[in-house]
C-alpha cells in the first residue's frame, strides 16, 4: 500500500453543509441535502468535516500506519481472524488524538453551528460512495446523537464514525463492490438535531410495487423514529398522487403498546404535505427517494435522502380510486406474503396474458390497466376490469363472484346486459370467440400442455450446476422466453378463461330453458371429469396409506413422530419396502408440486416430504380405500343421471325439431364446459413444471451470490424481483444485500397490516352485510351438492392435520394441494371460493358437500359444533355449539 494515497495534501477542511458541491470532497450524504437546500427544501444546518479533514488526522500519529499494516496483513483473508484485526483497528481509531489546529477548526465550526441554537446535535457519516444509487451503504456507517454538544462529545462521536469504516460489514461491503480499503476514506456531517414531534422515512414510490403515484410515509413518536426502531409497527400513510386526481390519503394504525398514545402522528393535512415534499425531494435528486424526516410541530425537515436501490421496474395494475381490487382466487393459490420475486413474475405474466389475449380478440382495454396489482404485499385481481370485460361479453358481472368468489359491493356493481347498440363487428367478435370456446380451445389446450410438458423435460435434463455464469444467464433468458412468449401466454389465457365462457352460455341456457332447478342442475353437470391430476394425487396418497399400514418397517416408521430427522432419514429407514418404491413413483409424478406452489420460493414434495407423510398417515389411520375407476364411474352416473334430466325438461311442450336444436346446443356446451373444467386443473399440473424449474434457476443464482458475498444466503434471491434476476450474477454489482435487507423489512411491516378481501383503489370496502342468523346458522355458495350432518374441525395455513375422518372441515382458503384430505372428511367449508375454484372442482368430483364464501367461518365456527351443510343451498345450520 501506498500510504501517500492517505496523505493530506491541503485544502479545505471543514465547509459550512449548505455549501457542499463536491462528493469527493464532503460525502454523498453532504452533497444531496446541500441539493436539496438550494432546491428550497428545509435541512437542518449542518458543518462538514471533509475528506481533506480526515487524512490530516490520519497523517498525524500512528493511525495510517496501522492502517497500512491491517490492510497489507494476510490474516484479512482469514474470516476467523478478521474480527479482531478491525476491532484493534476500530480501538486505535477511538483512541487518537486531533491535532491541535484540526481541533481548533472543528471547534470554530462547531461554534458557529450552535449560534442561536441551544439543542443537541447528531454526527453522521458522509462517506464518498454513500447514498449512491448503485449501493446505499444504508446502515453501514454510524450516527450518534450529542446531548450535549461540548467539543469532547463532538471530537468522540467524529472518532466513532471513522471508526465505522473499519466494522466487518463495512469491510465485506467494499469486497462486495471492488472498492479499494487502501484509498477509502469519509466525510463527517456535523448537523443540528432538530426536536421533533414525530419523525419517520417516506418513500417517494412505493419499495415493494413501483407504484410512483403512491407515497409511502411511516412515522413514529419522538426525533429517532426516522432511524431507530419504534415500540411496535410505525404507522404508515398511503398517499395517492395521481395526475389529475385529488390526491387520496389512507392511514393504517402500527401495532404499538397501550402506553404509546392513539392519536396519530399525523394529521391528513400533514401527511399530504409531507408527500408532496417528498416528491419535490424526487424531483430535486432526478430519481425515487428514501427520504428521512422530522416534523417539529410547524416544518417537515429532510434530514437524509438516498435513492430508492430495492425499486424494481415499473409494472403490476394500475387503476383509479375507484378500481376495485379482489383476493379472490390468488388468495387460495398463494401464502399469505408472497415471495417479491413470486409478485413480479405474478404481475408480469398474468397482465401479458390478459393483455394479448383480449387485444388479439379485438377488445379495447383502459389505458394502464392490468389485471394484477400489489398492495400490503398481497397480489389482487382487478375485479373493476373483470366487471366491464364480462359487460363487454353481454353478460351478468354477478357471476364473476359465483365463479371465483371473494367479498362483493354490489352497490359498485355495474348493472347487467349487453353493452348498449353492439355493434355488428362486437357481435362477430363475440360469436367467433364463443365458437373457438365450444370447439377448438379444448383442442388447443390438450396440444399446449403436451409442449409445455415436453419443455420442462428438457429443463429438468440440464445440469444448472455444471453451467458456467455466461450460460446460466443465458439458460434463464432461455426460460424467460418461453415463459412469456406471447403465442404461449394468450393461449393459456384463452384456456385458463373459457371456462368462464362456458360456464356464463350453459348457465344462461338452464335458467332460461329450465328456471326451476338450473342452479342444481348444472353443479351436477360439472361432475363426472375423469381422473383429474389432483384426483391421481389422493387416490395415490391413498394406496400409499393402506401399504404403510400394512408393511410392518413402514407402520413402525408412521407410529412414530414425523420429526426433521425421521423425514430426512426415512429412505434408510424403508430401504427395500414396497412403500419406498410407490413413494418415488409418487414423487416422479408428483414431486413438482408443494404447499403454496404458485409462490417459486415455496418448496416442493421432493424438497421437503412432511406434507406428503402427513397426509400418508392419515390415510393410513383411516383405512380408507376407494377403486379409482369404480368412484369415475358412480360420478359419471351422477353427472349422466343429470343430462337425462335436461333431456326430459327439453322435451316437455317442444316438438321434435325446437327440441333438436336446444338439445344439439345443450350437448355442445355441457362437453365444451365440462373438458374446460378438467383442463383447468391439468394446467395447474403442468404450469407448475415451469415454476419449480424457475426455482431451482433461483436457487442455484441464489447459491452462485452468496458465494460471492452478493447475497446472504442463497434463499435471499426470491427478495429480488424478475427483472433484477437476470442482474444478480452481473458486474460490476449492486447493493443486493441491501435490497433484500429493505425487502425483508418490508415485508415485515406487510405481516402486521391486515389485507381485506375487497378494496376499492388502497381503501377496505366493507362486503356487502348479510342478515344475521338468529339461531346460529350461516350462509354462503354452494359449490358442491349434498347434504351432511357432523362435527366442525378449523383448520388454519401451517396446521398440522391429525385426525379429520368424518369431520367437516373449515378452511380460511382451500390451498390445491390440501384437496387429497377430501376423501377423509364428511364435508368442507371455506371462507372463499367459487364454482370454477380448484377446490369447488375437486369437491363436485369427490361428491363431497362443500359450501364457500361463508363469511368469518373460521371465527364463527368453534371445533367441536355439530352442523348441517347443504352444499345445494349453501346453507349451514347449526345442530349444537360444542359445550367448550
Known sequence: MDVLTLSYRGGTLVVDGADADDTALCGGKTVG??????????????????????????????????????????????????????????????????????????????????????????????GVNEDHAASSHAGIYASIIVREPDLAAVVAAVKTCWASLWTEAAWTYRERFGRSNVTTEMAVLVQRLVPAACSGVAFSADPLTSDRSTVVIEAGRGEAAATLPVEGAPEEYLVRLDAGQPPRV????????????????????????????????????????????????????????????????????TGGEDTLWTRANLKEVFPELPSPLALSYLSVALNRMFSAYHEGQGFALPSGAGLVGVFRGRPYLNLTLMHNMTLARGGDPGIVGRLFGGATDTASMPPPGPPARASLHDRLRLAREMLATFFRTPRRGRRLFRAIRRQAADYSAVRLEALDDAAMRAHLHQLRQSLLQESTVRRLHEVVS????????????L??????????????????????PNARMAYQLMALGSLAASEPRARAFFAGELSEAAVRGHRATLRGTRFLAGLDAFLEEFGHRGPYESDVMSPRFSEDLTPVL???????????????????????????????????ALRQGQGRLAFGVRWTVFVIACRALQGLLALRDECRHVTTYLVAHLRCVSLEIGRRAARENR??????????????????????????????????????????????????????????????EPNGDLRGFGVSPGVVRGTVKVLRPGQEIRDLTGNIVVFPTIEPTLTPIFPLVGGVVAEMGGLLSHAAILAREYGLPAIVNVRDATRRLHDGDRIELDGATGRIRMLERCAG
Open 511 to 532: 335458467a332460461a330453458w329450465i328456471p326451476d332447478g338450473a342452479d342444481l342442475l348444472l353443479k351436477r353437470l360439472m361432475t363426472g371429469l375423469g381422473t383429474l
Open 711 to 772: 447475497l446472504a444466503a442463497a434463499e435471499d434471491v426470491f427478495f429480488l424481483t424478475w427483472q433484477e434476476l437476470p442482474d444478480v450474477l452481473d458486474m460490476p454489482p449492486r447493493d443486493w444485500r441491501e435490497i433484500v435487507r429493505a425487502r425483508r423489512a418490508a415485508r415485515r411491516r406487510h405481516a402486521q397490516l391486515p389485507a381485506p378481501d375487497l378494496l376499492r383503489g388502497h381503501e377496505a370496502v366493507e362486503a356487502s352485510e348479510e342478515a344475521e
Open 614 to 648: 402427513r397426509l400418508v398417515r392419515l390415510y393410513a389411520q383411516a383405512g380408507i380405500q376407494q377403486d379409482p375407476t369404480q368412484h369415475a364411474a358412480e360420478r359419471s352416473a351422477v353427472r349422466q343421471a343429470a343430462r337425462d334430466e335436461v333431456r326430459r
Open 250 to 317: 389512507h392511514h393504517r394504525n402500527g401495532r404499538r403498546s397501550e402506553s404509546v398514545a392513539s392519536v396519530a402522528c399525523l394529521g391528513t393535512l400533514e401527511a399530504l404535505e409531507l408527500a408532496r415534499l417528498v416528491k419535490v425531494v424526487e424531483h430535486v435528486m432526478g430519481a425515487p427517494m428514501d427520504v428521512e424526516w422530522v416534523f417539529d410541530g410547524l416544518t417537515f425537515w429532510v434530514v437524509q435522502a438516498r435513492p430508492i436501490t430495492t425499486l424494481a421496474e415499473p409494472g403490476g395494475a
Open 33 to 126: 441535502l446541500a441539493r436539496l437546500a438550494s432546491g428550497g427544501v428545509a435541512v437542518p444546518a449542518s458543518v462538514c468535516l471533509t475528506t481533506r479533514f480526515y487524512r490530516a488526522w490520519l497523517q498525524s500519529g500512528d493511525v495510517a500506519r496501522h492502517l497500512a499494516g491491517v490492510i497489507l496483513d494476510p490474516a484479512t483473508d482469514d474470516r476467523d481472524r478478521l474480527p479482531d484485526l478491525l476491532s484493534k483497528t476500530r480501538r486505535c481509531v477511538e483512541a487518537s488524538e486531533l491535532r491541535p489546529d484540526l481541533l481548533m477548526e472543528l471547534g470554530s465550526a462547531v461554534d458557529r453551528l450552535c449560534e442561536g441554537w441551544d439543542g443537541a446535535l447528531i454526527v453522521r457519516s458522509s
Open 498 to 509: 373459457a371456462q368462464s365462457r362456458a360456464f356464463m352460455v350453459l348457465d344462461q341456457l
